[in-house]
């Protein structure tokens, strides 16, 4: 399974991106789906994640009523709406695929074995 995230950009403090996740050479339909960050000097951090439905979403706090994931298993793709953006959420942004699991959401960039290329995210203030 290849996954090729894309949608990153420069945005002013405020603003929104949606970023998106393309799966190819394999489905993701019937696994978890994770977004996660890492800023420079940063580990790479969970952002939150997807269980195979779309019926059991979470976040890192930070993000909640801000982002939104979500996921079209029939286009084999995952978003990422992201809104009210601030410089703090400036980071490279990847999406994971845990195929361990289909309903129970890791924080852990441990239990994802498939991972994107990553977008750079920048938010200026």
């Known amino acids: 399974v290849q996954l090729q995230a894309s949608g990153g950009g420069l945005v002013q403090a405020g603003g929104s991106l949606r970023l998106s996740c393309a799966a190819s050479g394999g489905a993701l339909y019937s696994y978890v789906m994770g977004w996660f960050r890492q800023a420079p000097g940063n580990e790479r951090e969970f952002v939150g994640g997807?269980?195979?439905?779309?019926?059991?979403?979470d976040y890192k706090d930070s993000v909640k009523g801000r982002f939104t994931i979500s996921r079209d298993n029939v286009k084999n793709t995952v978003a990422l709406q992201m809104n009210s953006l601030k410089p703090e959420d400036t980071a490279i942004y990847y999406c994971?695929?845990?195929?361990?699991?289909?309903?129970?959401?890791?924080?852990?960039?441990?239990?994802?074995?498939?991972w994107g290329q990553g977008t750079q995210v920048t938010v200026s203030s």
């Open positions: 994971a695929t845990d195929r361990d699991r289909r309903n129970d959401v890791s924080r852990s960039p441990e239990s994802y074995d498939y």
């Open positions: 997807i269980n195979w439905s779309g019926s059991i979403i």
